[in-house]
Nanobody, 124 residues
């Protein structure tokens, strides 16, 4: 089981930036895909981005391509989600999650471990 601890959410104006962090621990995280998901108010949880810890490949949902960047720091066992040019529609609770089942999957049900979530609010 992978344990995930998120940080970095907050309130920002439209056009601003935030960086979310997801610190991972546990014996399988080095073989995991780490995904970022978000759940806007009153809506379903949706895929944002993912990175393969071992291979380093990444995947993004279309609405964040060119604005968000997912990266990792092996020495710190941490995955980051750099969010630039933020829009009010990016407002949501953001979660990181880990899976060893499918590389770079966008399906929440395939992720085994989840962080506690962090609120991101973008004002217009």
């Amino acid at each position: 089981q992978v344990r995930l601890v998120e940080s970095g959410g907050g309130l920002v104006q439209a056009g601003g930036s935030l960086r979310l962090s997801c610190e991972a621990s546990g014996r399988t995280f080095s073989r995991s895909t780490i995904g970022w998901f978000r759940q806007p108010p009153g809506k379903e949880r949706e895929f944002v981005a993912a990175i393969s810890w071992s291979g380093g490949g990444a995947r993004y949902t279309d609405s964040v391509k060119g604005r968000f960047t997912v990266s990792k720091d092996n020495a710190k066992s941490t995955v980051y989600l750099q969010m630039d040019s933020l829009k009010p529609e990016d407002t949501a609770v953001y979660y990181c999650a880990a899976t060893t089942k499918v590389v770079l999957t966008t399906t929440p049900a395939l992720y085994d471990s989840w962080g506690q979530g962090t609120q991101v609010t973008v004002s217009s």
